[in-house]
């Protein structure tokens, strides 16, 4: 920055002046939110997120149904994703051969680059119908349970779910193996050198990176809570919020892509906005503590790995 | 080494529960193409690519509306997007740490986490509301939108790995620094970058929520970029969710479409990639 040559100042004031419409960017994201959601929040206040009655054509809105349905599916999915993208990132990192490595990872990887239509295709055409199979199979004590009730339609709380924990498993394994990537030789070395079996020194890497991993579930769960097309194709789109996995629910992201085209009056137009607001939010602030979890492990571990590669250089991967 | 069985059978079980991970994620993936192929491939003939959607009920026709709709309102964001994101790129790395470096960083980082169908509704405020009117113009914004943080984090990462020599070169040659990013260090980096942007390209190409109101949707021809316009996903999206055996033929033949332009695209870059690794390795 030194540099005083008057190209290089036009240079700096050229690049920088992009730079400065990305961050402007942002920041107008939310402020046009939030300016757009004030008839709703000035309405409603907090009213908004503790009621349940989601009525246009009377002007009664409570969103208590759309975060519900969004945090229920997101934790389930995380329950049913994390354990695979762990395993996945395990096998990718410490066990696979070398040759498959590639492969593998690459396969993974194409999970998240499918489009969010295909997969709420598929859920619909393939997923749902299964869905209803499996809770048509149920025995009648356990179709009794709070847990299982529900009409026998297909669209569900379940199928959401585990749509989601599929577009979530590469995310998550993704940065859970680079996590345990960055966990240094030493570690498992020093693990094998006390007699611990492969598992064992596999249980020593990933609580040296325990950090890291949490960041890694974090990501997931911020893809899981902004997902919007593959939910909304199998959720069912009912404004109820319950327990149940066979009940058909709705999410945030959903309510905003089914009803905002057709919005007509501007209460609820505002009152969608406020939805997405707290999306917004919530999606910022998972985010940045994703980040700063991934960050705090990669930050203070490397240098401590990197100064000692000399005895097991070959074959470690870098 | 003195390990009792059982350890070593947890192990073992273990290793095995990691093998069944992979498998896990890798069902789906297959069970995903094999439907997508299985039901789209009958319906992808001439008539799909060339003809625009039929009156319900009546059968044939095709998404060719959809298909260029898709084209223009990707062409839109790109445009808005590329320079966007790589001067920005450029910005972060040559500035060398200044607070709004690090603030674009972190706003790069922020919009790439930001819920597509958030970007819709911002796209929506912004664009729609002023001109009264759904517009390809809108739906390329939001598209642009949800481009430029990948498009700056690939410029930033890949500008990153050019080596400092080069650009050391470069000024000690007495190049200003502008002259050395553009004729020296851009140029190494230039096929990892347009990697980057294809497969950015791919990813909008496949996103539908950001349409749904901004450039909203049209069963006719259109390039008038003032007014809605198709695009394939939201036509897929439209399809599958109607109750006319045809439309979801149509629509399984569309998520063909879709993931097959992402396949090729993600082999591309895979390819492209491992001749970058090696260059950098042979230097």
């Not at chain 1, 997923?127 to 004590?141: F, G, K, N, S, T």
């Amino acid at each position: 920055m030194a540099n005083s040559q008057s190209g290089d100042r036009s240079f700096f004031f050229t690049t920088g002046f992009f730079a400065a419409a990305l961050v402007v960017i942002v920041a107008a994201i939310a402020y046009t939110l939030a300016e757009h959601s004030v008839e709703s929040i000035s309405k409603f206040g907090l009213k908004f997120w503790e009621t349940s009655t989601w009525d246009p054509v009377m002007g009664e809105f409570g969103a208590f149904p759309f975060i519900w349905g969004t945090l229920y599916s997101s934790i389930l999915a995380l329950v049913i994703a994390t354990p695979v993208a762990l395993g996945i990132a395990i096998f990718l990192s410490e066990l696979c051969p070398d040759w498959l490595r590639t492969p593998l990872t690459f396969l993974t990887e194409l999970l998240a680059a499918i489009p969010s239509i295909v997969y709420g295709l598929w859920g619909i055409f393939v997923l749902v119908p299964l869905v209803r199979d499996i809770q048509m199979a149920m025995p009648e004590w356990m179709a009794a349970l709070p847990m299982f009730s529900g009409p026998p339609v297909g669209v569900s709380m379940l199928a959401a779910s585990l749509v989601l924990a599929i577009m979530v498993i590469p995310f998550t394994s993704s940065v859970a193996r680079e996590v345990l990537r960055a966990v240094p030789a030493s570690q498992r070395e020093g693990a094998y050198a006390l007699g611990s079996t492969r598992w064992e020194a596999t249980l020593a890497a990933l609580y040296y990176a325990r950090t890291g991993i949490m960041g890694a579930v974090m990501l997931g769960f911020g893809r899981a809570i902004g997902e919007t097309m593959a939910v909304t194709m199998v959720i069912g789109n009912r404004a109820v919020a319950s327990w149940s996995l066979f009940e058909p629910q709705y999410t945030m992201a959903a309510v905003i892509a089914n009803e905002f085209a057709e919005a007509a009056d501007d209460l609820h137009l505002s009152a969608l906005l406020e939805v997405g607001l707290v999306l917004f939010i919530i999606t910022f602030l998972i985010n940045l503590a994703s980040r700063l979890l991934i960050w705090q492990m990669t930050r203070q571990r490397r240098p401590r790995a990197t100064p000692t590669p000399a005895p097991s250089a070959p074959g470690v991967p870098a | 080494m003195n390990r009792d069985p059982r350890r070593r059978a947890l192990s073992f079980l273990m290793t095995g529960l990691c093998v069944f991970a992979v498998f896990a994620a890798l069902v789906p993936v297959a069970l995903i193409f094999f439907f997508v192929v299985k039901q789209g491939i009958g319906s992808l003939d001439w008539n799909f690519f060339t003809k625009m959607p039929m009156p319900p009920g009546e059968t044939g026709g095709g998404m060719g509306n959809a298909i260029i709709g898709t084209i223009i309102i990707c062409s839109l964001g790109a445009l808005f997007a590329i320079p966007i994101g790589v001067l920005s790129g450029i910005y972060i790395v040559e500035s060398g740490g200044t607070k709004l470096g690090a603030a674009a960083r972190f706003a790069a980082d922020t919009l790439n986490g930001v819920p597509s169908i958030v970007i819709g509704l911002f796209a929506y405020a912004v664009v729609v509301l002023p001109f009264k009117q759904f517009s390809a113009l809108a739906g390329g914004f939001a598209l642009g939108v949800m481009m430029i943080p990948l498009v700056a984090r690939t410029t930033e990462e890949l500008l990153r790995l050019v080596p400092t020599s080069l650009r050391e070169g470069a000024l000690a040659l007495g190049a200003t620094r502008a002259r050395a990013v553009f004729t020296v260090v851009l140029p190494a980096a230039l096929p990892g970058i347009i990697t980057g942007i294809v497969l950015a390209l791919a990813r909008i190409a496949g996103e539908t929520a950001p349409l749904l109101f901004t450039s909203f949707n049209n069963r006719f021809w259109s390039t008038e970029l003032t007014e809605p316009m198709g695009a394939l996903t939201v036509q897929v999206y439209s399809y599958a969710k109607a109750a006319h055996e045809d439309w979801h033929r149509q629509a399984w033949a569309g998520a063909l479409v879709l993931v097959t332009l992402v396949l090729i695209c993600s082999l591309l870059a895979r390819l492209a990639t491992r001749r970058l690794e090696r260059m950098h390795v042979g230097r």
